[in-house]
């Protein structure tokens, strides 16, 4: 089965995990990226191209749609409308493993947050699921990049 996927960014700081997560996205068929809040955009304020964005992405923001936007709940109630399921990675007692083949929904949204405080309240309390990566070793979690690219790859495959 084909599925659509949307990414949320959460207000992710750093623009070398958000160009990062563009180039994932983008070869895992991500139809389109929100990036909320103070999430770095692939042009900066006067509309020119970020080098230090297309040096981590390759390009990949020139290859999938996506919008800067201020309101989380905006593009999620928005997204709820259309169809898709949303979906919250994030640590949390709600939180379930994430599994491959557990999600059917044709049209489904992956939210991912900052690197120190995670996924907004707003954004889990609109969230269908939560869903985490389960850890093994001691350390506790993993990159935002790195997490949303195993979290894609399982949600799309």
């Not at 996924?119 to 001691?138: F, N, P, Q, R, Y």
Request: glycine residues 8%.
């Amino acid at each position: 089965m084909n599925k659509t996927c949307v990414l949320v960014l959460d207000n992710i700081r750093s623009v070398e995990n958000t160009g990062s997560i563009f180039r994932t996205a983008e070869g895992l068929g991500v139809s389109k990226i929100y990036l909320i809040g103070t999430t770095p955009a692939p042009l900066d304020r006067f509309g020119r191209k970020r080098a230090d964005f297309a040096k981590v992405s390759l390009g990949a923001e020139s290859l999938i749609s996506w919008e800067a936007r201020k309101s989380i709940s905006e593009v999620i109630v928005e997204l709820k409308d259309q169809g898709f399921k949303i979906i919250s990675l994030e640590q949390t007692p709600e939180s379930k493993k994430l599994e491959a083949n557990s999600y059917q929904p044709e049209a489904l949204t992956l939210i991912v947050g900052n690197e120190v405080e995670g996924v907004s309240k707003t954004a889990l309390d609109l969230s269908e699921e939560i869903v985490e990566i389960e850890m093994k070793g001691e350390k506790e979690s993993l990159n935002v990049s790195v997490a949303t690219g195993i979290a894609l790859h399982t949600l799309l495959n």
